[in-house]
């Protein structure tokens, strides 16, 4: 994450991690999680970056499933919950790192063949910076895959009024759901296609890009939400990449 999120999150992080002990509780009810498992696979033994990891979440999960796990967030404050989070059986060790992952990490270098990230991406301010530190931190033929939310769904949520209107690197903007939950931070809206730019010139190639069907009650109907009741549409998608 860069210097922006740190702004964003640390003041917030004690109730960021209650709405995601909410959703660690219930995982059935997160539509993201089985089809982000199941892009990644198996990963008993394997070295795995959690990058922008939050609170620990998805690098919990990994490391139950026997994945060696390295969480990096730029926020102290959300590395030290989850460094303190204790569960029962004690989960596997998990190392956590304090770093801005849109600059150089050079003691990481090529030590990772997997690479995952759980809906950070559309947080991140320099998002070029974000896709080049982590290839240079995974091995050439590594993955990286990571949920985000559908670049076209703020169009559809009436978060934006137009999806272009990115500037040079991006508009910031509010996401009003977790506002109206105690945790105000911001989005930034890029295209779809500007990420991939993005990630190609870092010396990432696509090997798939997935469609997470998004059910009524999995968000939040606003009387300005552009999808009618029936209608479906994937507000979340998971680019899957590999390391030239």
Same mark, same amino acid.
């Given at each position: 994450?860069?210097?922006? !999120?740190?702004?964003?999150?640390?003041?917030? =992080?004690? @109730? %960021? *991690?209650?709405? +995601?002990?909410?959703?660690?509780? &219930?995982?059935?009810?997160?539509?993201?999680?089985?089809?982000?498992?199941?892009?990644?696979?198996?990963?008993?033994?394997?070295?795995?970056?959690?990058?922008?990891?939050?609170?620990?979440?998805?690098?919990?999960?990994?490391?139950?499933?026997?994945?060696?796990?390295?969480?990096?967030?730029?926020?102290?404050?959300?590395?030290?919950?989850?460094?303190?989070?204790?569960?029962?059986?004690?989960?596997?060790?998990?190392?956590?790192?304090?770093?801005? !992952?849109?600059?150089?990490?050079?003691?990481? =270098?090529? @030590? %990772? *063949?997997?690479? +995952?990230?759980?809906?950070?991406? &559309?947080?991140?301010?320099?998002?070029?910076?974000?896709?080049?530190?982590?290839?240079?931190?995974?091995?050439?033929?590594?993955?990286?895959?990571?949920?985000?939310?559908?670049?076209?769904?703020?169009?559809?949520?009436?978060?934006?009024?137009?999806?272009?209107?990115?500037?040079?690197?991006?508009?910031?903007?509010?996401?009003?759901?977790?506002?109206?939950?105690?945790?105000?931070?911001?989005?930034?809206?890029?295209?779809?296609?500007?990420?991939?730019?993005?990630?190609?010139?870092?010396?990432?190639?696509? @090997?798939?890009?997935?469609? +997470?069907?998004?059910?009524?009650?999995?968000?939040?109907?606003?009387?300005?939400?552009?999808?009618?009741?029936?209608?479906?549409?994937?507000?979340?998608?998971?680019?899957?990449?590999?390391?030239?």
């Amino acid at each position: 994450m860069t210097q922006q !999120l740190l702004a964003d999150y640390d003041p917030y =992080a004690e @109730r %960021y *991690a209650e709405l +995601v002990a909410q959703r660690e509780a &219930n995982t059935a009810h997160d539509p993201i999680l089985a089809p982000l498992l199941a892009e990644i696979g198996d990963v008993a033994g394997v070295e795995t970056l959690d990058a922008a990891c939050g609170e620990g979440y998805l690098a919990r999960i990994l490391a139950r499933r026997g994945a060696l796990v390295t969480g990096v967030d730029i926020a102290p404050r959300l590395i030290a919950l989850a460094q303190a989070y204790r569960a029962t059986p004690p989960d596997p060790p998990i190392r956590y790192l304090v770093a801005d !992952l849109s600059q150089p990490l050079p003691d990481h =270098a090529g @030590r %990772y *063949a997997l690479a +995952v990230s759980n809906l950070a991406l &559309n947080d991140i301010a320099d998002d070029q910076g974000f896709f080049t530190t982590i290839a240079a931190l995974v091995v050439p033929g590594g993955r990286f895959i990571l949920s985000l939310n559908n670049p076209y769904s703020y169009v559809v949520r009436s978060h934006v009024t137009d999806y272009f209107d990115v500037g040079n690197a991006g508009r910031a903007h509010l996401y009003r759901g977790m506002a109206e939950q105690g945790v105000g931070v911001s989005f930034y809206q890029r295209t779809l296609a500007h990420y991939l730019d993005t990630a190609f010139a870092a010396g990432w190639r696509l @090997r798939r890009l997935i469609d +997470v069907p998004t059910p009524e009650a999995s968000f939040t109907r606003r009387a300005d939400t552009l999808l009618p009741v029936g209608y479906s549409f994937p507000f979340f998608m998971i680019l899957s990449l590999e390391r030239e």
